[in-house]
């Protein structure tokens, strides 16, 4: 076998399986996971789906069917599935040189250059793997290119038959799977893709890869031309070993409970501040403004609908939780209007600069090398104890406005006081 080969794999219902894997009574039990302040389904294993329980569909219209069917209900625990995703690319990048994490659940592996090895095997060990040593499902789907990977994928997960791996590098295997997959579940092409391919007879991913190349390019820019190619098998999307840089940073959140006071927004937007910064700093970067927003609920009538936005420059380009907080603050004191009863509110960060790149003004706002000093301690504590164990004061202690999380479930990877327990009996 010859030419580049790449594998998708990804989690199977992977916020679900988490779940599953520290409480063996749900291996046959519906389990959903909540967004945050446990508001749709955002997750959903094969029995809750069977329920008709709907991707997005919020939970305040399913609490009286899952209570009656038994289903397993958890709100978002994004640390243990950060955690149990670190694990599984921990294992990918000892079978494979090249790893690109691509989602919390997804990650795509090059396996050019395997030469004669059966990769079907080697995926199905590769899968065994993973479970044996995470718990957690996978399937694995293999093609030339990412396009054709991440459609193998998609093969594997909806024909059990496969056992949990699709190969589509052989050219004649791969027609005969194409043409029976309907186009909108190519990668890359959204709904009113869909409609424009389906209006002059393009119904599936057979009848894409046909398609002449310049009229996809017309029909959906450059984006529709490089599927094209890629369904056809010509590898058009490099592996990315090293994350992009980031543009833009943001941090938002909906409120437990409405802010109807200017302490409680200032404490917000303290708080988002504090981990933007933490965001920032991780990533090397650095930002000279920021934009801060807030609103009320749109779906409850007896609320007075307002909204505002306002963006706060900073003296100079900064990545300091101090500096961010002064000016998330400003901001909203800016914007805030009594009487109202705010379910929203967060930071937006674009223009983002490489530490140190920014220009320096003739006069330094801040002393930045104590800055950095600070913020340096700051973040090693937080690291070593936990996200929150040193913040500003700004950021308040209490939060009754913090994000409801009131079904998660321990964070047992990462917390000693959460680790699980045996009992002997």
């Not at 409609?195 to 057979?206: C, D, F, P, S, Y």
């Not at 017309?218 to 058009?236: A, D, F, N, Q, Y």
């Not at 990545?319 to 929203?344: C, P, S």
């Not at 079904?407 to 009992?423: N, Q």
Request: proline fraction near 5%; hydrophobic fraction near 40%; aromatic fraction near 8%.
């Amino acid at each position: 076998m010859t030419g580049r080969i790449l594998a998708l794999i990804d989690g199977n219902s992977f916020y679900c399986s988490c779940e599953r894997v520290f409480d063996p009574k749900l291996a046959t039990r519906p389990v959903i996971v909540l967004s945050n302040n446990d508001g749709c389904a955002v997750a959903r294993t094969s029995e809750a789906k069977a329920l008709g329980i709907r991707m997005g569909e919020p939970f305040f219209k399913i609490r009286d069917l899952c209570r009656d069917e038994g289903v397993a209900v958890f709100s978002s625990n994004y640390t243990l599935y950060g955690d149990m995703s670190a694990r599984m690319n921990a294992i990918y990048r000892d079978w494979s040189p090249d790893v690109e994490v691509y989602s919390i659940d997804e990650s795509f592996l090059d396996l050019t250059g395997f030469g004669r090895r059966d990769l079907d095997a080697y995926a199905r060990d590769l899968r065994s793997t993973v479970r044996q040593w995470t718990g957690i499902p996978t399937c694995v789907g293999i093609g030339p290119t990412k396009t054709l990977a991440k459609l193998a994928n998609h093969v594997a997960k909806k024909n059990g038959e496969l056992g949990g791996v699709c190969d589509l590098s052989d050219e004649r295997t791969r027609s005969a799977w194409l043409d029976r997959i309907e186009v909108g579940e190519v990668w890359g092409i959204g709904g009113a893709s869909e409609a424009k391919l389906v209006a002059i007879g393009v119904r599936t991913a057979g009848d894409l890869s046909r398609l002449d190349p310049r009229l996809a390019r017309k029909m959906m820019t450059v984006v529709g031309e490089r599927t094209v190619h890629e369904l056809r098998g010509i590898s058009c999307m490099p592996l990315e070993h090293v994350p992009p840089q980031r543009k833009g940073c943001a941090v938002t959140r909906s409120f437990g409970t409405p802010v109807t006071t200017l302490a409680g927004m200032l404490e917000a937007v303290a708080a988002y501040a504090t981990r933007a910064g933490e965001k920032l700093r991780r990533h090397g970067l650095e930002t000279a403004h920021l934009a801060v927003f807030m609103h009320t609920s749109e779906f409850n009538p007896r609320d007075r609908p307002y909204s505002a936005a306002t963006t706060v420059h900073l003296p100079e380009a900064s990545n300091d939780t101090l500096d961010l907080v002064r000016a998330a603050q400003r901001g909203a004191r800016a914007i805030w209007r009594d009487g109202f009863r705010y379910a929203k509110a967060g930071i937006v960060m674009n223009d983002l600069i490489p530490t140190g790149r920014a220009p320096r003004p003739l006069f330094d706002a801040r002393d930045r090398e104590q800055s950095d000093a600070l913020m340096t301690a700051m973040d090693v504590v937080n690291a070593r104890f936990g996200r929150g164990t040193i913040v500003p004061a700004a950021a308040g202690i209490k939060r009754e406005w913090q994000t409801k999380f009131e079904m998660r479930s321990p964070r047992y990877t990462t917390r000693v006081a959460e680790i699980p327990r045996v009992s002997a009996g």
